[in-house]
């Protein structure tokens, strides 16, 4: 094996750590996107259940209509 071959294998190798390294941080930070946006929905839903229970809703049943 030539020096320029070697030195081009280590190279290339080298990219291709970088270019795993680069995949593995932005699909970390989808997901950390997608955790929080599921974490705002449940908020959001807990949020409505207090309101609802706040304003005295399903207390009585009127079923005379």
């Known amino acids: 094996m030539s ?3 070697a030195i081009n294998s280590v ?3 080298k990219q291709a750590e ?3 390294r680069v995949a593995f941080a932005v699909a970390r930070k989808s ?3 997608q955790q ?3 974490d705002a929905a449940v908020q959001l839903i807990e949020a409505a259940g207090q309101l609802g ?3 005295g809703k399903g207390q009585q049943l009127d ?3």
């Open 11 to 13: 190279l290339a190798a």
């Open 3 to 5: 020096t320029d071959s």
């Open 18 to 20: 970088s270019y795993g």
């Open 36 to 38: 929080a946006a599921g």
């Open 53 to 55: 229970k706040a304003a």
């Open 31 to 33: 997901l950390d996107a």
């Open 63 to 65: 079923a005379v209509g």
